[in-house]
């Protein structure tokens, strides 16, 4: 073990070269594309267009090249391995071998090391299968789900089951709130849901409730006791919804301090309170739909071991006049209010507006919170905001936003912005300035989308900041990018990379990297090194926090890590019905990223974090998650058009996922197509 510690180390300072060369070499290259484009879309004002010299002299005649006797192009998955088994359905499995050295700063260096294993498969009968899993022996960990989804039964019945770690389902109408959520929890156990033809939804899980730990190596942490969850929902007619669901949660241990940083950062064992929770919850809802307007009345109950009962009640409404959407509700919740053992948003009573316009050029969004504290010891205020953005021409888009939040604390942020679409892609300037007590910070970014042909992105930032903090002036400079190439014909690089600096007191130096290099061995062997790199990272100065209070989850814990991974992938079935297919389709496969997006750019931007172990649906029938770096990945897909749903239940309060957490992507035959999914803050 300590030769491959040592080993391990001293990769480590070769791969940290090895990737400013990388990097150095394929940012000048792909600039160099850029460039070369750029000048071959300038028309020359002298020399006429090309396709102005054509003579009509000769007739076009209909050529056959090779006397018609080319070979056909390749499907997805057709070669010449003789490995690769054609017959039987569609299916996919990946092992991984993971190997690592775990760099923390103020503390022992560590290891994540063991397996992990992927696999999809489609059914004829019994619907889509994904079963998952993960052994770690350093630190000793274990994860695994089998998940079963759109299994159909007679009379129009479906049913999606899961049984291993997994997270508890949860009905529609808990899921449609705009300023409130039903969260729902981690458990090793089994689950069900049944659906008929969309009017009647019945849901049932029980398990161990725990945290998921560790970094490239997802385990499991149990937290004790038990946790049984029921729920139902009846759309009884096209403007009525009914639903409900209980929770019983029996001793069940919470940990100590912040879960987030043990979760985002080295898998470190979290501390385990000695307090047990005993507690049940109800929560009913009614909605009333009719056209664009949309009514629902929510209420919540709870009661455990360590408090007395407590009720929340809140009416959310919606209604579109024209190209007017309105949003507004009324709520009280009781302090001590929880879901199950998780404490929600409580002690606070108002209202809150919302409306939003959008027209071809303009986008128009403001509104207001006004909150006062039951007990008369929590948060008093108001908080308003609004934005605007205005599309000048094709190519130009400019915009402001501001938030402005009376309390006992008075803060106020804002920024001006203008996007351009320009011969090398999109680039966006943006003016931040936020205050808050004697703290004030302007900041300057100039962000750049280059425009590259299939199999190169890259994103690049730069920032200036000024913070005036008790009368000390502080400067801040950094640079960022994002991306992604293929740097030869097996070999590629995904991943970001910022530095950023500070003068003045407490004079600081940062780096935060996350990036994969890999390299493909042959059709079915991959060999991938991960480094990272990671810095104290906190809220954005330039967000007014809410008035009522919300669990931050962007504190990441200092070090650095290298991992080694050696894959194995193989494919099988016939070409034409890959996952998600019909017959005679080619495939590809779907790569994506989910990010929490700060300054609202839609970029991934590399100081921004990723949404770890949240649930991503192809189609609404394959699922899998996100990794810890926020990646997730559908390797066989049919060609076409397909629909990929964020399950955001699980996502870090106030994120969310606009469009109902759903994106289009088209599939093309042969092309790996990546996808960047910002989770927006909650206004």
Same mark, same amino acid.
């Not at 009573?349 to 809150?352: A, C, P, Q």
């Not at 994002?482 to 097996?490: A, Q």
């Not at 649906?617 to 899998?624: Q, Y």
């Given at each position: 073990m300590g030769?491959?510690?040592?080993a391990l180390?001293?990769a480590?300072?070769?791969?940290?070269?090895?990737?400013?060369?990388?990097l150095?070499t394929?940012? =000048?290259?792909v600039?160099?594309?850029?460039?070369?484009?750029?000048?071959?879309t300038?028309?020359?004002?002298?020399k006429p267009? #090309?396709?102005?010299?054509t003579?009509s002299?000769?007739?076009?005649v209909?050529?056959?090249?090779?006397?018609?006797?080319l070979?056909?192009?390749?499907?997805?998955?057709?070669?010449?391995?003789p490995?690769y088994d054609?017959?039987g359905?569609?299916?996919y499995l990946?092992i991984?071998a993971?190997?690592?050295i775990?760099?923390?700063?103020?503390?022992s260096?560590s290891?994540?090391?063991?397996?992990?294993?992927?696999?999809q498969?489609?059914?004829q009968?019994?619907g889509?299968?994904s079963?998952? !899993? @993960?052994?770690r022996n350093?630190p000793l960990g274990k994860?695994?789900?089998?998940l079963?989804r759109?299994?159909p039964?007679n009379?129009g019945w479906?049913?999606?089951n899961?049984?291993?770690t /997994?997270?508890?389902p949860?009905?529609d109408l808990a899921?449609?709130q705009h300023?409130?959520?039903?969260p729902t929890f981690p458990v090793? $156990?089994?689950?069900?849901?049944?659906?008929?033809?969309?009017d009647l939804?019945?849901q049932f899980?029980?398990?161990t409730p725990g945290?998921f730990?560790?970094?490239q190596l997802?385990?499991?942490s149990t937290?004790?006791g038990s946790?049984?969850?029921?729920g139902a929902?009846?759309n009884a007619?096209p403007?009525?919804q009914?639903?409900?669901?209980?929770?019983d949660?029996?001793?069940?241990s919470?940990s100590?301090g912040?879960t987030?940083?043990f979760?985002q950062?080295?898998?470190l064992?979290?501390?385990?309170d000695k307090?047990?929770?005993s507690?049940q919850s109800f929560y009913g809802s009614?909605a009333w739909?009719?056209?664009?307007?949309r009514?629902q009345?929510?209420?919540?109950q709870?009661?455990?071991?360590?408090?007395?009962n407590?009720?929340?009640i809140?009416l959310?409404?919606?209604?579109?006049? !024209?190209q007017?959407?309105h949003q #507004?509700?009324?709520f009280?919740?009781d302090?001590?209010l929880a879901w199950g053992?998780?404490?929600?948003?409580?002690n606070v009573?108002?209202?809150?507006y919302r409306a939003n316009?959008?027209s071809?050029?303009?986008?128009?969004?403001g509104?207001?919170?006004l909150?006062?504290?039951?007990? $008369?010891?929590?948060?008093?205020?108001a908080l308003?905001t609004?934005?605007?953005?205005?599309?000048?021409?094709? =190519? /130009?888009?400019i915009? #402001?936003s501001a938030t402005?939040r009376?309390?006992?604390n008075d803060?106020?942020?804002?920024y001006v912005?203008?996007?351009?679409?320009?011969?090398l892609?999109t680039?966006?300037?943006q003016l931040?300035y936020?205050?808050?007590?004697?703290?004030?910070?302007t900041r300057?970014t100039?962000?750049?989308?280059w425009?590259?042909?299939?199999?190169?992105r890259l994103?690049?930032?730069?920032y200036?900041?000024v913070?005036k903090?008790e009368g000390e002036r502080?400067?801040?400079f950094?640079? =960022?990018l994002?991306?992604?190439?293929?740097?030869?014909?097996?070999i590629?690089?995904n991943g970001?990379?910022?530095?950023?600096k500070?003068?003045?007191?407490?004079a600081?130096?940062?780096?935060s990297a996350?990036?994969?290099?890999t390299?493909? /061995?042959?059709?079915h062997w991959?060999?991938i090194a991960?480094y990272l790199?990671?810095?104290n990272?906190?809220?954005s100065?330039f967000?007014?926090q809410p008035?009522?209070?919300?669990?931050s989850?962007?504190d990441?814990?200092?070090?650095?890590?290298l991992f @080694?991974?050696?894959?194995?992938?193989t494919?099988?079935?016939?070409?034409?019905a890959?996952?998600?297919?019909t017959s005679?389709s080619?495939?590809g496969s779907?790569n !994506?990223y989910?990010?929490?997006?700060v300054n609202d750019n839609?970029?991934p931007?590399?100081?921004?974090e990723?949404?770890?172990?949240?649930?991503v /649906?192809?189609?609404?029938?394959?699922?899998?998650r996100?990794?810890?770096?926020?990646?997730?990945?559908?390797?066989?897909?049919?060609t076409g058009?397909h629909t990929?749903?964020?399950?955001?239940?699980?996502?870090?309060?106030p994120?969310?996922v606009?469009?109902n957490?759903q994106?289009?992507?088209k599939?093309?035959?042969?092309?790996?197509?990546y996808?960047?999914?910002? #989770?927006?803050r909650l206004?």
């Open positions: 030769r491959q510690i040592n180390r001293a480590i300072y070769a791969v940290r070269f090895f990737w400013i060369k990388l150095f394929s940012v =000048s290259t600039l160099l594309n850029a460039e070369v484009l750029a000048q071959d300038i028309a020359d004002p002298i267009p #090309a396709e102005n010299v003579s002299d000769k007739p076009y209909d050529q056959v090249i090779d006397d018609g006797n070979k056909p192009a390749i499907l997805f998955g057709e070669n010449d391995d490995n054609p017959a359905l569609p299916h990946r991984e993971v190997s690592s775990l760099k923390h700063t103020g503390a260096d290891e994540e090391n063991g397996l992990a294993m992927t696999s498969f489609d059914t009968h019994y889509a299968f079963i998952n !899993g @993960v052994f350093e994860a695994g789900s089998i079963q759109g299994m039964f009379n479906y049913a999606n899961g049984i291993g /997994l997270y508890t949860s009905i899921r449609t300023r409130f959520y039903i090793l $156990g089994v689950s069900t849901e049944w659906l008929q033809n969309r939804q019945l899980a029980t398990g945290i730990d560790g970094l997802n385990g499991f937290l004790g946790l049984t969850m029921a929902q009846w007619s403007n009525w009914i639903g409900a669901q209980l929770i949660a029996n001793q069940v919470t100590a912040s987030a940083a979760n950062f080295f898998g064992t979290p501390e385990i307090t047990k929770t507690a009614a739909l009719n056209g664009d307007t009514i009345a929510n209420l919540l709870s009661k455990n071991n360590t408090a007395s407590a009720t929340g809140w959310d409404a919606n209604k579109r006049i !024209g007017i959407s #507004a509700g009324i009280r919740l302090p001590d053992y998780t404490p929600i948003s409580n009573k108002g209202t809150y316009y959008i071809r050029q303009w986008l128009l969004d509104g207001f919170d909150v006062r504290s039951v007990s $008369g010891s929590g948060s008093n205020g308003l609004g934005s605007a953005r205005y599309q000048v021409n094709q =190519s /130009l888009g915009g #402001a402005f009376h309390a006992d803060a106020r942020s804002g912005f203008a996007d351009k679409l320009n011969q892609g680039g966006r300037a931040d936020s205050a808050e007590s004697d703290n004030q910070v300057l100039l962000s750049q989308g425009r590259f042909s299939v199999g190169s994103n690049t930032s730069i200036s900041e913070e903090n502080i400067n801040h950094g640079v =960022s994002n991306g992604g190439s293929d740097l030869f014909n097996n590629s690089w970001n990379l910022s530095y950023d500070s003068n003045g007191r407490g600081t130096k940062h780096l996350n990036l994969d290099l390299a493909r /061995l042959n059709n991959s060999l991960s790199e990671s810095k990272s906190t809220t100065p967000i007014v008035l009522i209070p919300v669990q989850n962007t990441v814990t200092k070090g650095s890590a @080694v991974t050696l894959r194995y992938e494919r099988g079935g016939t070409s034409s890959p996952l998600g297919g005679g080619a495939a779907i !994506g989910l990010f929490l997006d839609n970029l931007d590399a100081n921004e990723p949404a770890q172990n949240i649930t /649906l192809l189609d609404g029938k394959f699922s899998t996100t990794n810890a770096l926020g990646r997730f990945e559908f390797p066989l897909v049919a058009e990929i749903t964020i399950v955001s239940d699980n996502l870090p309060l994120w969310q606009n469009d957490g994106r289009s992507v599939v093309n035959t042969r092309e790996t197509n996808i960047n999914i910002p #989770a927006s206004k």
